[in-house]
Each structure stands twice: as C-alpha cells, then as structure tokens.
C-alpha cells in the first residue's frame, strides 16, 4: 500500500512538472526577437546588445531570415527533424536544421511564446528569442 501510494505521489509530480513541448513546424512560423544567450562553459547569461534588436523569421515555405536592425544578416532555408540528443535532457528531441547541416542542429524547447534553442551539448549554449505578435 505504501509503495503504491509513493509510486502515485511521484507520477503526479511528473505530470505536473512536465510543460508541453510542441515543436511541429506550425507552431514556429512567424518572427522571434532574440533576447538572450545562456549556458556554455562558464554558465552566464549574455542579452542582445542594447540598441540591437535581431529578428529570427520562419517562414512556412521553409525559409528564413535573420534580421539585425532592420539588416538582413542571414537567410536559407530550415526544417524540424525528430533526432537523437547528445547532450543533456531527453534521449530524442525536436531540433530546428538550418539548411542541410545536421550537425549544427539546435534542440527546441518551446514555452508558451517563448523559444528556446539549445546546442546538443553538454556545455552548448541556449539562444532565448520572444515571439512577436
């Protein structure tokens, strides 16, 4: 009785911890304003430089744009893969591919309008962007 009691307890505890992860391409569609960047080796935290406001676009015809200050700094195309993680966390994870380039996969963590992209490593960064409405 008092296993059973531990084993329900625990599962709740599971359950209510556990945020949704929806990462299917329609929920990423749409512009993101980069906010920060955290994690590698040391464990800090450095925001978007005052004055720089950087501008993620995911389009659904698989194309993005990356706009600094109103710039476009970079552009090509994206895509969600189901992969294998390597770094810390679940074993398999949705990663956001930009171009061809598994290997520099980022892990998708999406919170409400919040994304978090995560390098697939154990000492890798994590880019924090804002959705825009």
Not at 8 to 13: E, S
Not at 69 to 88: F, Q
Not at 95 to 115: P, R, W
């Amino acid at each position: 009785m008092r296993h059973a009691c531990l084993c329900t307890i625990t599962a709740v505890i599971l359950l209510v911890s556990c945020s949704k992860n929806n990462a299917s391409p329609d929920s990423l569609y749409g512009n993101w304003l980069y906010l920060e960047r955290a994690g590698g080796f040391a464990g800090g935290s450095l925001p978007s430089p005052s004055g720089t406001r950087t501008i993620l676009s995911l389009n659904q015809n698989g194309s993005f744009q990356q706009w600094t200050n109103r710039t476009i700094t970079g552009s090509g195309t994206w895509s969600v893969k189901y992969v294998r993680n390597g770094g810390p966390g679940p074993d398999s994870a949705y990663a956001l591919i930009f171009g061809n380039d598994e290997q520099s996969k980022l892990l998708i963590t999406l919170q409400h309008d919040t994304l978090l992209l995560s390098e697939d490593a154990y000492d890798g960064f994590e880019y924090i962007y804002k959705k825009l409405h």
